[in-house]
């Protein structure tokens, strides 16, 4: 089955800075890569996805990388705000498997003000 | 608005206690998810369901089962609580037309964090 590993599984940055979150996947039939936000009592929320024909994405201060070749996948948050701080969770799929997904263990982001 | 509502946001239970945790989805999805997330343990599938009365065992589906009986409700059941399933739950659906498109996007409920003693 699919395997996703992410890293750091935490990261604190001032506020401004930016914020690289990196993750790993194992099946190269993946091809819908989301990316989670979780904030304190709430249940995780999709931020951006990308898919397997696209390399980049971006929306406002977010964007996402994905090299199929090497299988690996990147969250980049530039000029971050303290609002920015929650947990952030890579998953990987595919269109045929019933609508499941694995998960990253999550990067706790914290951005001091 | 998708909208996922779980039952409790906060259940303190006995081991030994049967434990019924609903979730209920208002978008006709097809698919429902029960996750069990634990700090460095990510999110880990327990079940899955794609169908009424359809259900597949995700990763960790021992000391539980789940019903699916309408469309918008997916019900986890621990049959009898133990101190390690102690964790946060996490409900998730998402449907077909949206699958199709190719989005695999899950709308997740807010959680409900148990409390075994």
């Known amino acids: 089955g699919e395997n996703v590993e992410q890293h750091p599984s935490t990261l604190s940055v001032q506020e401004g800075d930016s914020a690289v979150i990196k993750c790993t996947y194992s099946d190269s039939a993946s091809n819908y890569f989301p990316w989670y936000k979780q904030e304190l009592g709430k249940g995780p929320q999709l931020i951006i996805d990308i898919r397997s024909n696209v390399g980049e994405k971006k929306d406002q201060r977010i964007a996402v990388t994905l090299n199929k070749t090497a299988k690996h996948f990147s969250l980049h948050i530039t000029e971050t705000q303290p609002e920015d701080s929650a947990v952030y969770f890579c998953a990987a799929s595919r269109g045929t498997n019933a609508g499941k997904s694995t998960f990253g263990d999550g990067t706790t982001l914290t951005v001091k003000p | 608005d998708v909208k996922v509502t779980q039952s409790s946001r906060y259940l303190v239970k006995r081991t030994g206690e049967k434990v019924f945790l609903e979730c209920v989805q208002d978008m006709d999805h097809e698919n429902m998810f029960w996750y069990r997330q634990d700090p460095g343990l990510g999110l880990r599938l327990i079940y899955f369901?794609?169908?009424?009365?359809?259900?597949e065992k995700g990763d960790i589906p021992e000391g539980y089962s789940v019903s699916r009986e309408k469309k918008e409700r997916f019900s986890l059941i621990l049959e009898s609580a133990s101190t390690n399933q102690t964790s946060m739950y996490l409900c998730a659906s998402n449907g077909m037309r949206l699958l199709l498109s190719g989005n695999n996007e899950q709308f997740f409920g807010p959680g409900t964090r148990l409390t075994v003693l």
């Open positions: 369901s794609y169908d009424v009365k359809m259900k």
